[in-house]
């Protein structure tokens, strides 16, 4: 079959070549790449491809034997440095690269607007169309901005595709999407998780990075299956309910030679100057974000997801490191700007923009930033000078919370300021509590053995951690395995210990996930004002001798509030007194030792009324029996 190559035809107007150069152009996929078209009634394949500084550029793949001298593209006149050409007869599936002549000598490069890539470790970039899947989730998205609202429960289940569940009996094979998303659906139902992040499945090379090194900003990972089995992965989700967010790195990319880096020659997605263009921590280019073409690039990836694969929301991975030139640099390591500081305004140029068309294009989806610094404003509006997050990961709860959880609770006392602190700014911003796959990995240990104690001890603690961020005002979020207290470190390379469910005390903590997320949907006091500060009012933040604080959730009106209290000490607390908001009867409707949960089931009355006895500030209290390293909810019956 003789593959002919045409340049009379192009995907591109003068007004998109304006937008890309003015870096606006938020829909590049739309062009760049490989397309499926007609030239004159005779069917082939499009390619186009931004190389500037290139000599010459040609497609190379299955269909001409790799042979650099086949298929030559040419360079548009318009000062693009797009190069395009159309190519007949070429086939579905069918592998290719740019073979890319410069200065420098010869490389051949991964197609960096592909839809679809080889499996690891081949690299080449496959042809592919996305107009086959039909979509059945028009229900979901209809409702879903209800879903993800700031006033929805929201409880994510992060997990990682290639190790939540393995075959082991096939050689230890990874699920397929399909595989995967009829297994997790169910198990996300049965645990009542509201939505799934899925840690990187843009196409990336080496499987340790567990997906954070890309070189696919518009491929999902053919590890587990095609672009069409992604989208159906989706949509079973959306079918059971569930909504899913893909965790998106823009902050940095692979330096494999297949990949951004040095691209046509020269660096053209990253900086030249190694002291903004590499990163010292991971290895890795960072993005020109000054460029106009790379923030192009990179929003249309985030906007491709979000059209294509239905996604409901974007966690961006590591801001802190792009909003920072000195991050993770010494003295002498990096470039200030003119003035002295140490801001990458075009970073922030790039998230506003981000945040900006996002939002405008799908107004209800939602964009997380992992963030973990004081920078201000990241979940506030642009236009009131914000970065315009929906969302930012509260990585300073986190590290206080677990320090704190770590000590032995006789010490507490003298620690009960990382109990307390983030009380103080929850507001601050829109915020969402994680406990990441980041806290059980390189030597940091499972949760479940940060704990401290013997090992009923350490379930109790870990018991009374999880009712804690169920309390709290903000979004959920959990790493697999921790939903059952897994005693070893998260490992990529296998699956899940599936098999501790055998045991009570593990069950006891997959049924106290289930109970709290259940609790966190069914009572609008724990979610409805997670980032408005009418839900919160203190009881006591200040017996830090019994290790107690004690609180109040509030739904708003019609509302029922619930008051949370919380032992962190191993002493059991009888007839603890507690200050009321109303008097009244009150109900135990939740207390993090029930035996349900694997605890000693030392609960209170079903009904306990207050009295007319000052206390906290109240006029009317009335006493709880206090497990030890426990928490309990109650709420008014009337």
Request: hydrophobic share 35%.
């Amino acid at each position: 079959m003789k593959h002919e190559i045409f340049y009379d035809v192009t995907l591109f107007t003068e007004f998109d070549i304006y937008l890309f150069k003015e870096g606006t152009h938020v829909k590049l996929y739309n062009h760049f790449g490989s397309h499926f078209m007609q030239r004159d009634g005779v069917k082939g394949v499009y390619f186009a491809v931004w190389a500037p500084n290139a000599n010459g550029v040609s497609v190379i793949g299955d269909f001409n034997y790799y042979d650099a001298l086949s298929h030559p593209l040419k360079l548009r006149e318009d000062g693009s440095g797009i190069w395009e050409g159309f190519i007949t007869d070429i086939e579905q599936g069918l592998t290719y690269k740019y073979h890319i002549s410069s200065h420098t000598g010869s490389t051949q490069k991964a197609d960096p607007y592909a839809f679809y890539a080889e499996v690891a470790p081949s690299s080449a970039s496959r042809i592919w169309s996305l107009d086959g899947y039909k979509w059945d989730d028009k229900q979901w998205m209809r409702s879903r901005h209800k879903n993800n609202s700031h006033t929805a429960a929201i409880s994510i289940y992060e997990m990682h595709l290639g190790s939540w569940k393995r075959k082991v009996e096939e050689n230890n094979r990874f699920l397929t999407y399909i595989e995967a998303a009829n297994e997790l659906a169910v198990y996300l139902k049965e645990m009542n998780f509201t939505h799934v992040e899925l840690l990187p499945i843009t196409e990336y090379p080496f499987e340790g990075s567990w997906g954070y090194q890309v070189t696919g900003y518009f491929a999902p990972t053919s590890r587990y299956g095609t672009p069409d089995e992604f989208m159906a992965f989706v949509d079973i989700m959306h079918n059971n309910g569930i909504g899913v967010i893909l965790d998106w790195v823009p902050s940095h990319f692979v330096t494999d030679g297949h990949g951004l880096m040095n691209f046509d020659g020269t660096c053209l997605y990253e900086h030249e100057d190694p002291r903004k263009g590499f990163h010292p921590e991971w290895g890795s280019a960072i993005f020109n974000y000054d460029r106009n073409e790379v923030r192009a690039f990179l929003i249309s990836s985030a906007m491709f997801w979000l059209e294509f694969y239905h996604l409901d929301g974007i966690r961006v991975d590591a801001v802190a490191s792009m909003l920072y030139l000195d991050y993770a640099r010494k003295e002498g390591e990096w470039v200030p700007n003119e003035d002295g500081s140490n801001i990458n305004r075009g970073a922030v140029t790039f998230l506003k923009q981000l945040n900006t068309t996002t939002y405008g294009a799908f107004n209800d989806i939602m964009m997380f930033a992992e963030e973990s610094t004081n920078y201000s404003m990241v979940s506030r509006p642009v236009d009131v000078g914000g970065l315009g997050f929906g969302y930012k990961w509260n990585m300073g709860w986190m590290h206080d919370i677990l320090k704190y959880m770590k000590i032995d609770p006789l010490f507490r006392q003298h620690h009960h300021h990382h109990l307390t602190f983030s009380f103080v700014y929850m507001y601050n911003e829109n915020y969402l509590l994680p406990l990441s796959h980041d806290e059980v990995v390189h030597m940091k240990g499972s949760l479940i053995n940060k704990m401290p104690g013997s090992n009923d001890k350490k379930f109790a603690n870990l018991r009374a951690l999880y009712a804690l961020m169920f309390a709290h005002p903000g979004k959920k979020l959990l790493f697999m395995g921790a939903e059952f207290a897994q005693f070893a470190e998260w490992n990529f390379q296998q699956s899940l210990d599936w098999h501790l469910l055998e045991y009570k005390e593990h069950r006891g903590i997959n049924n106290i996930l289930k109970t709290l997320n259940r609790l966190y949907i069914d009572l609008p006091a724990l979610h409805k004002n997670d980032v408005q500060s009418s839900g919160f009012e203190w009881i006591d933040e200040n017996d830090y001798t019994a290790n107690v604080i004690s609180f109040v959730r509030k739904g708003g009106r019609g509302v029922k509030s619930l008051l949370i209290i919380c032992n962190f000490s191993d002493k059991e607390h009888t007839s603890y007194r507690i200050g009321v908001p109303n008097k009244g009867e009150y109900i135990e409707v939740f207390n993090s030792d029930d035996e349900s949960f694997g605890g000693e089931g030392r609960v209170n009355a079903k009904s306990m009324t207050s009295e007319t006895k000052i206390c906290h500030g109240r006029k009317n209290s009335l006493q709880v029996t206090l497990p030890p390293l426990s928490v309990v909810y109650l709420q008014k019956a009337k």
